[in-house]
């Protein structure tokens, strides 16, 4: 069970240029998320996706793009790279809402570490 | 706005002590809190959930408690190993909305020195 899978583990980009992370996860889930972590900033939500087709802002959405046209996968964009978005990217996922009922337990990937040069 | 902290930020301790690592929340109105593990280069693990009504939750040597009207939980590590190094983070969800948004702590750098 390969659970929540993120690709590509590192890139070193320029900047302006752009790329796609991918986040695929095999457990059903309903819920998605993308995060970023800085240091001494903590883990901070950049989009999420409450089901397939839909997508909503975070904490930090500015600069990236999402989509969800699978619910096994959440794939995050960047535009135009700039160095303020060097990070580590995790993908999450969770089984149901809490209007479902859900535990709400996250389960994360295993990151991407983005530099932008 | 919701603010997690946890302090220490570092903890160094010898094989086989208890210890306890703190996490505090500002907004009380929460769903549930999480504590996870973190090694170097991974990702996010999670231990323990808590929900809002419960008050405790164990998983082996650890336990985790909440105390949500004065917005604090604790993580209680029995025995500590080597294995335990690692960083942990507590997150809270907020009891509006669906979508089960956390927000999380800096978290504390544990070493378990032989």
């Known amino acids: 069970n390969a659970g929540v899978t993120q690709t590509p583990k590192f890139r070193v980009l320029k900047t302006g240029q752009s790329m796609t992370l991918l986040c695929a996860q095999d457990m059903n889930h309903e819920y998605m998320y993308w995060y970023r972590q800085d240091p001494g900033m903590g883990l901070r939500l950049i989009h999420y996706?409450?089901?397939?087709?839909?997508?909503a802002k975070g904490e930090v959405p500015d600069g990236y793009n999402v989509s969800r046209l699978k619910k096994q996968n959440f794939l995050l964009g960047l535009e135009s790279a700039a160095p303020s978005q060097t990070s580590v990217y995790f993908c999450?996922?969770?089984?149901?809402?809490?209007?479902?009922?859900?535990?709400?337990?996250?389960?994360f990937g295993e990151g991407s570490r983005l530099t932008v040069l | 706005k919701q603010e997690v902290t946890q302090i220490p930020a570092a903890l160094s301790v010898p094989e086989g002590e208890n210890l306890v690592l703190n996490c505090s929340f500002t907004?009380?109105?929460?769903?549930?809190l999480q504590w996870f593990r973190q090694d170097p280069g991974k990702g996010l693990t999670s231990l323990l959930l808590i929900q809002s009504s419960q008050r405790e939750q164990t998983s082996g040597r650890l336990n985790a408690s909440l105390d949500k009207s004065s917005g604090r939980s604790t993580l209680y590590i029995a025995a500590s190993q080597p294995g335990d190094s690692a960083t942990y983070l507590c997150a809270v969800s907020p009891n509006t909305g669906t979508a089960s948004k956390l927000t999380f702590g800096t978290g504390t750098r544990l070493q378990v020195t032989l």
């Open positions: 996706s409450v089901g397939e087709g839909t997508t």
């Open positions: 999450a996922s969770t089984l149901r809402s809490r209007a479902r009922q859900g535990s709400g337990e996250l389960f």
């Open positions: 907004d009380s109105a929460i769903y549930n």
